[in-house]
């Protein structure tokens, strides 16, 4: 298999297996209406095989970021639909996240005056105020046993809301120390009753989740993200046993299923515990080596190539790339990222990364 063949992930055919990694940019304004700063910026990456939208709140008490892009309102969906028929238009495909930041987050933002997650335990570190300013995680609000049916719900509510705007799947994000990492991970997950206590019961919400959302939309429009040992925002699953039994209750659990994909960002793809998930789930795999080395050509073609992974899932050099799979198609040079505009408000680092082309001119 090469980089640049075709797959199908569920229903959606891709034309290679370059995929967007999700990607926070928090262009989305005050009320997370994608805008045309948003439509311009994906439509200009539609040559990926697919992207994978930026961490999207299914509501507000999932909102960890201001300028974060939710699906849950109107207008929401509304510019939510702008963005898929423009990367459509472009040939593209699209997927959004749907991402329940739990403790990683603020009471200004999620405007409930209150964070949730597993455990009333607090992430370490710090997180943006409202207001721009910073302050401590706060502490979050155990999520009851009578609370947890509506957070399946509201990501029933938002997959739903995504397939009304012309999306062709979501992902949902089981990773990096958000709500269903906090769920899976010992450290953020101290519950003794149904949602805690075992590797299955950790497992549980995720799987109540997927299963639910793929039941309203679809396994075959149906991902999710993982990232186990992924060590971050307090998520830590340091015993390799206890995460090796976690992962595989997930994996088992999501097998029946049939997912369009699983997507997961882990350091060593090759290892046994993402081979194991991958070969359990019976789902493509969708695979991300992480942030401590930028993905490059070069190990994106040899992860395809070795049958590691069916499709890589590139991050930074998407941001800097509007026309990446063409460069890396010729194998051409590339604009280098610039960390300092990740998060700014505006055009600059977002839609003005020039393409080959003009940079040849
Ligand atoms: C600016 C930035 C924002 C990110 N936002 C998200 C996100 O919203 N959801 C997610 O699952 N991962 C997110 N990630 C992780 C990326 O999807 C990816 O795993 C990471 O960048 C490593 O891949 P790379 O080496 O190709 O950049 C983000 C990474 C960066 C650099």
Redesign the pocket.
């Known amino acids: 298999m090469n980089l640049f063949d075709q797959l199908t992930l569920g229903r959606t055919p891709l034309d290679n297996r370059v995929v967007m ?5 928090l262009r989305a304004g005050e009320h997370g209406v994608p805008d045309d700063l948003l439509v311009e910026h994906y439509a200009q990456r539609a040559g990926m095989g697919l992207i ?5 709140y299914p509501f507000a008490e999932g909102r960890t970021w201001m300028g ?1 892009p939710g699906i849950e309102t109107a207008e929401q969906i509304a510019g939510w639909a702008r963005v898929a028929d423009a990367v459509h238009a472009a040939g593209g495909r699209i997927a959004v ?1 749907i ?1 329940h930041g739990g403790r990683i987050g603020h009471p200004s933002i999620t405007g409930t005056g209150r964070v949730v997650s597993a455990s009333a335990l607090a992430a370490p570190g710090e997180v943006r105020t409202a207001d721009g300013g910073k302050a401590e995680h706060p502490v979050a609000h155990e999520l009851t046993e009578a609370e947890i049916p509506d957070v399946v719900a509201g990501f029933v509510a938002a997959a739903r809301n995504a397939i009304e705007a012309g999306l062709d799947a979501v ?1 949902l ?1 089981g ?2 120390g ?1 709500l269903l990492h906090q769920f899976l991970s010992p450290a953020s997950n101290h519950r003794t009753d149904g949602y805690g206590g075992s590797p299955e019961r950790r497992a549980r919400i995720v799987i109540e989740v997927v299963s639910a959302v793929a039941e309203a939309i679809g396994a075959d429009r149906t991902g999710i ?1 993982l ?1 186990p040992q992924h060590d971050i925002q307090g998520a830590v699953e340091t015993d390799a046993d206890e995460t090796a039994a976690t992962y595989a209750a997930v994996a088992e659990g999501l097998a029946p299923l049939g997912l369009a994909f699983v ?1 997961v ?1 882990q350091a060593d793809l090759r290892g046994e515990l993402v081979q194991r998930i991958r070969s359990s789930i019976g789902a493509p795999l969708i695979g ?8 490059t050509r070069e190990e994106a073609s040899a992860l395809v190539e070795e049958g590691v992974v069916d499709a ?8 800097a790339n509007p026309d990446l799979v063409a460069r890396w198609r010729a194998d051409a040079q590339e604009n280098a ?1 610039e ?1 300092a505009t ?2 700014a408000p505006d055009a600059r680092g977002y839609t003005d990364y020039p393409t080959l082309a003009a940079v040849g001119a």
């Open positions: 990694a999700p990607l926070t940019r994978i939208t930026e961490g999207t974060q996240q991402m992902e994000h990773a990096n958000y993200r990232s997507d960002l991300n080596s992480g942030f401590s080395a930028q993905t890589v899932a590139v991050g930074r050099a998407a941001i990222p960390p990740f998060y």
